[in-house]
């Protein structure tokens, strides 16, 4: 099985995982979405950890693995779950792109720029920190909503 196959597989279960968090944020009352918690970064609240999210895969997938002039999406400009739902739909479409060029590349190498350098990385290690990103702030997510007084849902790939 390639590191193609083996990633759209799993992104398949990120998919779907992302959609119970999503389905759980919707039940957050509009002001709690928004709501800063204290002790989190990139703005501290829910809808800013989904930005961040959003814009770890702009950042690594579209802009720097596919060569894409993609803007990053404006958080303030998110006012619903809808919205970011949206926005990850744009993602997946990214993402099709993304693992289909890795399908391709016999090296399964991207040019890509870290540190003002060009470098050859292995797309599965982009693929590996992307998803990885979102689930280390997917926690923070439901430790945000627990603090604001919300019981989360399960929200693992094994659930």
């Given at each position: 099985m390639t590191h193609a196959t083996c990633a759209r597989s799993q992104y398949n279960q990120i998919r779907s995982a992302r959609e119970v968090l999503l389905d759980y944020c919707a039940t957050l009352s509009p002001e709690d979405f928004v709501r800063q918690g204290p002790g989190f970064g990139k703005g501290g609240?829910?809808?800013?950890?989904?930005?961040?999210?959003?814009h770890c895969y702009e950042h690594w997938i579209a802009r720097?693995?596919?060569?894409?002039?993609?803007?990053?999406?404006?958080?303030?400009a998110i006012h619903s779950v809808e919205e970011c739902r949206e926005v990850f739909r744009q993602?997946?479409?990214?993402?099709?792109?993304?693992?289909?060029?890795?399908e391709e590349k016999e090296d399964g190498l991207?040019?890509?720029t870290i540190h003002d350098h060009p470098?050859?990385?292995?797309?599965?290690?982009v693929f590996t920190h992307t998803i990885t990103h979102e689930f280390h702030h997917k926690g923070q997510?439901?430790?945000?909503?627990r603090q604001?007084?919300?019981?989360?849902?399960d929200t693992d790939i094994m659930r």
């Open positions: 609240s829910v809808r800013h950890l989904l930005v961040h999210n959003i720097q693995a596919l060569q894409m002039d993609r803007p990053f999406t404006v958080a303030d993602i997946d479409d990214l993402m099709v792109l993304f693992l289909d060029q890795l991207f040019t890509m470098e050859q990385v292995d797309g599965f290690k997510i439901l430790t945000l909503s604001l007084g919300y019981t989360p849902v």
